[in-house]
Each structure stands twice: as structure tokens, then as C-alpha cells.
């Protein structure tokens, strides 16, 4: 049968992900340098012998044949999702795939040494190389697909939404962040906060990692924690492995980063077990996936009742320091300040670099501005959403992300949807089960089940939409985020 | 070119086995339990996938195609090692295969429980079935390759080895190893040689573990050194992933075997760089390979000279001890006594349980012994050559390897081959650069440049009657392994 040829087919698929998602870990904590041309030959040959897979020619055939066969409701959403990746697979001719790859490990390679010497002059050319690929990659998506082109490349990280929305919501957003974020910063200018002294051994710095990892449920029989210079959580869900760094003068960064992982970790280890190895048993989006990361960082981990647990595993690990307080700590977690670099930035000032971003890829993918003129859109955005100037300043300013360099354009909104959806989800649980500080304080699993049963067990099988319309009531919309900072911010 | 399509072929291979080399180390070594049915599921789709690249239809063309082209001298010969392995990926119809698997993975995982339980009688059908099965692949093998059954198995880990040779070789061994041993009893039952005592930190272990790689030349730019619970060498030539255990109460089982694993170690490090993803570019064979962490191990590692050298490296690790004496530590590492368990056994018993492996193997393969006649003939053969009796001891006899359980007939020569070339190889090295104790005292980098020189470059360039011809003079033969014996143990 069709279908479980099909299913068959993208298990393999699935498997040859998963020694690469392997190997890939190991590549970014464990491979010694030498090591390193060898595996990038290896781990690209397993990419070009993926992608031939999902182009055997009988795939077609099966796809039309199954699509006639009688077949229960979640095979047909997996059936669909199947069709996504294939179609993603197979959708753009193979030239301008090698071009885009090409242009993008170029100027991705060129920015990691252009970048310190804020040479935007040097990096224009890359760039526009970059753009230039990426709108031809989003002009035949867009044809398939029948979408603008700056959709069709949104739907590669979020399928289903569209600019028009975000266009909405972010407007939406706009018009009462700036005044928010003032209010704070005039709010926050009066208190003083004790920063604790370091250095923070790396071992103990660990410990506390492990410890917290442990008190929000992370399952140590199917992952485990690691260092690398750029934290992610990768692996498969069945052995995710987590990563992060450790400064020894700040023990929040590895703390935050920790949290941040394992809400992304414990979305994948609650995937439904019988999907596992199809698409339709996958995380939902980038947006969905940042949600979980962002509801464990940013609504459970700065909320002051958790803070009132964190505080004594800090003592126990570090010592006895007033900076441990917990009012402090929860002062220290939420402190706003705009900056100019958005993987520093706060929960209040995030949105603001994000909507630059988008605002910024959107209009170079759809023609509506040149490359050349980023720096200036961005300095006059940065003006007007966070009162900074990066004239002349490059380096902090359009070439600080390693996104656009290898032409990854659409993903930047997945953060700022993450931060929405995590508001949205921490509401609609509270008005289900009741204060989260009372949650947090005596039934933190019952926060994990909320997440388990309304998002996590679904994977795929619904699409983002009904996913969280059924989870908290109502679809995408910015007010819970709006109502969650102020509370938090402003009362 | 046909030649040119054969090797980018073949590269490809080998960049999948890279995948599978780390992933393997993974499983051992850092996978969490929950990981296990996965990764089981994911290597065999490797297997595979890696299976059917050597069947593509068109590789049969090609070789002969290639074989009709002008090549260099190495082109051949990489040809030939090419052939090598398609013939033996291919030789085989795929039914008999899949039984040999299924088999295979029964009895060894049966003997997992089977063994402690001492119950020969439950092992009894599993293991006939596997030699039954053993029995028609050597049938095939000899079929193609026009030699004797043995000999088609032997040749999958020594390349060009007979059993007549063996025959031979092995016969001149048992005239003098029974006295051998009894002598060295008698002369070391006089001697009063102290322990260690423990315990010894695992940290510590490890550190001086490394402290001994670096001696050692261990080249940690590519390759790293982990725990596991079967210490092996496994990863790929650019990236040596090295494993050992930590017995608390037993400082020498770590560091003999990290000195044993980091021989094979740099071997394959030592590998030429130009010929790495190729057949051609890989180790000789397990006996060559073998003879590499004996002649570390062995040669190296026990001579006193050396252990001079691990002496203060102790001390420095876990403090001063009379047992660290050199003197000491000189007759520890050397102490002679028969056992029933050849992974326990020293370097004068050893090769009498690899003797006696080999003749039931031998004879189990042309059918000439029953698989329920080895426990008798194993018993007898135990008597005769180490003076001990396994009567209804199967745990500790017959069943104590895991090698037979799934049908790795032909493997365990390697290991006296291995150390008969590594005697060879210390000979020979002695009469071109002078005396080991002067070389190990004086100037250790000669000793492994030697190695490079006449063993490791080669990869699988010479066969192994002229790679050992070559380095040592003349061919496989036992004197230089009594000579060195005698001379330890008996001088
Ligand atoms: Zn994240
Ligand atoms: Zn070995």
C-alpha cells in the first residue's frame, strides 16, 4: 500500500536525520578540531544522500495513489506532512539550490571576520549576492505554493501564517510598546539591584544546571547536558541533547540558557511516541517550538514564586550571598534595558529588534528595498522603537545576527510569536487551573501537564492555528503578551 | 573514468561509516539508556543503506571497466582493496545474510544470561544454529573465493592468511609453551611482589591515563579519550575515539588498556593522509592491527625501561607507594598464571587460549567437530596446554567468549598473530636502531617514527607477507615471540 510505502520511506528519512542531528551534537561539544574536515565531508554526503531519498522518482506515485486511499483522520494529516517535506524537498530546481547554498556558506564564512571590523563595505557584496538568491529561492516557492514571497519563505519556519497577520499583530504591538517600555524604565530607575559576585565554578554551575533541569522535569533517561560555544538543544526526541556555556563571573546566563533549553527540550521528549519518526510527529514551527522555551524562561523561570526556588539551589551551590535574595533575583531577572544587540535583549525590549527585523527581510524580499540601504532603515527603526542610533556602528547594528548571512529570511518572527503564543498558553492555563504563582508553589507538574496536553502530545497533527485556538481559547492575538508585561513590568 | 567513479563511490562509503563510527562511540559512551532502541533502529538503517551502495548495479561495470584503464602502481592496488570489499559485500545471496544476522543476534544476546547461569544445555541449539549458519557462509565464501572454508573466513580479517600457515606456526609454539610456562612458574613462585593499594580516584585515573597518551604520541587534536564498559578504538583515522574503565581498587587494568587502546590509536592516526577514505588508506588487517597495541603494550609498556617512566607518573598521580617501585611494578606487570579467562590471561598464557580456540574453530567450520563436543574437547585442550580443567565449568570454558555467539569464526588468531608480529617488529627495530631499553630511555619518538616508517604509511598498500617482510626482515615466523619470552621471563 501506498501509504505504507510512503511511511516506510520517510522512517528512513527520519533515521538518517537522526545520525546527523548525532553527529552534529557531537560535532559542536565533543569532536576534537582536527577532526573537523573529515566530519563536514561526512555530514554532507549524508545531506546529499537525504536529499536524493525524498527525489526517488516513485514518491510521486505514492503520493497520488495514497491520497485516493481510505485512511484514518491522522494518517491523512501525516500524509500532508509528508507531502510538506517532500515538496520542500523537491520544489526548487537543483542549480539554484547550489547557488543559494553557495552564496549563503560565503557570506556566512566572509561575516564571522567582517563582522568585528564593522566592514559593511566588505559585506554588501555577500549580502546582495545572498538577497538576490533568496528572492529567486522565494519567486518559485511563491509559485508553487501561491503565495507573496515573503510568505512562501515564512512557511518554510511557520506554516501557515502569513505576513498579513503578522503585518496586524505587530502593528498592533507597535503601538503600545514604546510607551511600555519607557514606562518601565522610568518605573526601574529607582530600585537598586545587587548583582551576585562570581567567579561561579563551572563544575557547580553544572550542578545547579542539572538541578533545575531535574526540577522542571527533564528526562535524564532520554538526553543529557553538555557544553558548546553556541547553546542549542538538538538530538532526537528520544535522546535530546541539551547544551550551553558557562561564564564563571554570571551565573544567570548558563541558569537562563538551561531553562530556555529544556523548554525546548521537554516539547521534543513530549512528542506522541507513535509518531516519532514522520514529520507529522515533529515539533509544529520554529514559533511553537520557541513558545515552550520562552513559557519555561520567561513566564515560569523570572515568575518571583519560582524565584523563590531557584533562590536556595543558588545558596546551596554558590554560597550565602545577599544578592541571592529572592526580591533581588527577581529584580535582577527583570531588569529592561534597550540595547543594541537582541540575544542580550530583555523580554519587554525583544519584540522591538524582532519587528525591525522583520520589517527590514519582508521589504528586501518582496523588492520593496535594496541591501544598500539597510543600515539606514535600520538606524531609523532603531530610533524609533528603542531611541538608538547605529549610525555607522555595523557591527551592532545590521550585521550582528548570523540569519540573513546564509539567507535564512522569515525565521526572525518565530521569536516574537514564541513570546505571544507562551503568553497566550500561561493565561489560558491560568484561567483553567488557577494563579500560576499558586501553581508554581505547590503543583509545578501540573504546569508540565497543561503543556503535555495542549501542546506537546499534538506535534503536527493539528496546524499552528487550531493548535492554539483549541489550547487557550482564541488564535494568535498580542494581548495576553501586552497583559503579561504589564502585569509583570508595570504592576 | 571508471577508476575516478569507483573511488568517489567508494568515499562516500566511507564518509557513511564515518556517521556510523561516531554514532557507535555515542551508544558506548555517551548515549543515555532511552536512546538505545532508536540509535538500534537508526545504525541499521545505515547498515542498510550502506549495503545497498555497494550493490548499485553499476559498480560490476565499473571494476571492469577500471581494470582495463592505466593506473599507477597504487591506483592497483587501491582497485584490488576496492574489490576487496564489494566482493565481500556482495558474495553472498541476501537470504543466508539475513539468517547469519538473526542468528548470530540470538545466541549473543541469550548468552548474555546464559553464560552467568553456567547453562550449556540452553546455549546449545542457539549456538549450533550459528555454526550451522557459519558453516554455509564459509561454504559460500570458499566457493567464490577458492579456498577451504576456514580459510574463507579467516581471510575477512587477515587478508592472505592460511590455516596451513597457521598449522604450522602454532605447532611450533605448543612444542615450547607448556615448558615455557612452567619454568616462569617456578622462577616467579620465589618472588615476593606487592600491590598497589586503592583506592585511586577515577579523576586521577583519567589524568594519568592522558599523561601516559601523551607519552605515548597520542595525537589529541584528533582524538579524544572517554569511558565505556568495553573499552575499544573506535571513531575514524582523523578523529580516534579511545575508551577505557576505572576500577577503583586496580590502577593497572585502565592503564594498561588505555597504553594497549592508544597502540591501535595511532596506527590509525599514522595512517597516510592522502589515501584515508579508500579501503586501500585502511589498517592492514585485526592481526597487524593487534600487533600495534601489543608492541605498545606488550613490548613497550611492561618493558622495565619503560616502567621506569610510569613510576614517578603514579607517585605523582596517587602519592608514594613501595608497590611503585620500578622493581616492583616491573614484576607485577609480568606476573605468569594460568587461568580459565583469556581477556585476564598474561602474554606467556595467552596464546595458548588463542591456540585452542583456533582448533576447535577450525575444525567446527570443516565440520570436523561438533558443536556439542566443544565443552570435551575444550576441557582437554585447557589440560594440555595451561594444566587446568573446565569440566562442567562452561562460564569460565567454552562459553566465556562473546566471538562464537555471533559467528565471528576466524577472529581470534588475530591476537597471537598480533603479538608474534609485534615481537617481529621489536626485534627488527633493535638490530636497525639498537637496544629497546636504550631507545625507550633515550629517545621514544624514534621507536614510534620507526613504526610510521615500516607499518603504519602502508595502510593496506602492501599485503602482509610484505609489509612484515619488509619492516622485519623476513616473514611471519615465532622465533622472535620465544626469543622475547625467554628473555623477559626467563633471562
Ligand atoms: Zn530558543
Ligand atoms: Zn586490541
Redesign the interface.
Known amino acids: 500500500m501506498s501509504y505504507d510505502a510512503l511511511t516506510h520511506h520517510f522512517e528512513?528519512q527520519h533515521?538518517?536525520q537522526?545520525?546527523?542531528a548525532?553527529?552534529g551534537w557531537?560535532q559542536a561539544t565533543?569532536?576534537?578540531?582536527?577532526?573537523s574536515?573529515?566530519?563536514a565531508?561526512?555530514?554532507?554526503?549524508?545531506a546529499i544522500?537525504s536529499h536524493q531519498q525524498l527525489q526517488a522518482p516513485q514518491l510521486a506515485d505514492w503520493f497520488a495513489s495514497a491520497e485516493q486511499s481510505p485512511l484514518t483522520p491522522e494518517q491523512t494529516v501525516s500524509l500532508q506532512e509528508m507531502r510538506r517535506q517532500w515538496r520542500d524537498a523537491t520544489m526548487l530546481p537543483s542549480d539554484l539550490v547550489g547557488a543559494f547554498s553557495l552564496a549563503g556558506s560565503r557570506c556566512e564564512h566572509a561575516w564571522r571576520s567582517l563582522r568585528p571590523a564593522n566592514d559593511w563595505a566588505g559585506f554588501l557584496p555577500l549580502f546582495e549576492e545572498v538577497v538576490n538568491l533568496s528572492q529567486q529561492v522565494a519567486a518559485a516557492r511563491a509559485e508553487v505554493l501561491g503565495l507573496s514571497r515573503y510568505d512562501s519563505l515564512l512557511e518554510q519556519f511557520e506554516p501557515g501564517m502569513r505576513s498579513s497577520t503578522l503585518n496586524q499583530v505587530f502593528t498592533e504591538v507597535k503601538q503600545w510598546l514604546p510607551t511600555l517600555i519607557s514606562k518601565v524604565q522610568d518605573k526601574q530607575s529607582h530600585d537598586t539591584v545587587l548583582s551576585p559576585q562570581g567567579p561561579f565554578a563551572t563544575e557547580q554551575q553544572r550542578a545547579l544546571g542539572l538541578d533545575v533541569m531535574r526540577l522542571l522535569g527533564f528526562?535524564?533517561?532520554?538526553?543529557?547536558l553538555d557544553v558548546s560555544v553556541h547553546p542549542f538543544c538538538g538530538?532526537?526526541s528520544?535522546?535530546v541533547r541539551l547544551t550551553t556555556r558557562y561564564d564563571e563571573q554570571d551565573v544567570a546566563q548558563a541558569l537562563m540558557g538551561v531553562i530556555h533549553e529544556t523548554g525546548h527540550a521537554r516539547y521534543e521528549q513530549g512528542l506522541p511516541v507513535q509518531w516519532?519518526k514522520l514529520p507529522v510527529g515533529q515539533a509544529r514551527s520554529m514559533g511553537i517550538h520557541e513558545s515552550q522555551s520562552l513559557f519555561f524562561e520567561m513566564q515560569l523561570a523570572r515568575h518571583p514564586a519560582f524565584i523563590k526556588q531557584l533562590s536556595p539551589l543558588l545558596t546551596q551551590h554558590f554560597g550565602d550571598q545577599a544578592a541571592f535574595d529572592p526580591n533581588n533575583l527577581a529584580q535582577l531577572y527583570t531588569r529592561v534595558q534597550p540595547g543594541f544587540i537582541r540575544v542580550d535583549a530583555d523580554e519587554v525590549t525583544y519584540p522591538a529588534h524582532v519587528m525591525l527585523r522583520y520589517e527590514i527581510e519582508r521589504d528586501l524580499i518582496e523588492g520593496k528595498l535594496a541591501a544598500k540601504d539597510v543600515p539606514e532603515c535600520w538606524d531609523q527603526l532603531m530610533q524609533t522603537y528603542l531611541g538608538l542610533s547605529t549610525k555607522g556602528n555595523y557591527k551592532d547594528g545590521c550585521m550582528q545576527d548570523i540569519h540573513w548571512t546564509d539567507g535564512s529570511f522569515g525565521y526572525f518572527p518565530s521569536y516574537t510569536l514564541g513570546a505571544m503564543y507562551a503568553a497566550q498558553q500561561a493565561s489560558a492555563m491560568q484561567a483553567q487551573l488557577g494563579p500560576l504563582d499558586t501553581l508554581i508553589e505547590q503543583n509545578l507538574p501540573s504546569i508540565f501537564d497543561w503543556l503535555q496536553h495542549n501542546i506537546w502530545q499534538h506535534a503536527s497533527l493539528l496546524d499552528t492555528d487550531t493548535l492554539i485556538t483549541q489550547a487557550c481559547g482564541q488564535p494568535l492575538n498580542a494581548s495576553a503578551f501586552k497583559q503579561h508585561l504589564e502585569q509583570r513590568y508595570l504592576g
Open positions: 528512513q533515521h538518517l537522526h545520525l546527523g548525532i553527529c557531537d565533543m569532536m576534537p578540531t582536527g577532526g574536515q573529515a566530519r565531508e561526512a555530514m554532507s554526503t549524508l544522500l528526562d535524564f533517561n532520554h538526553g543529557r538530538g532526537v528520544e535522546d516519532r
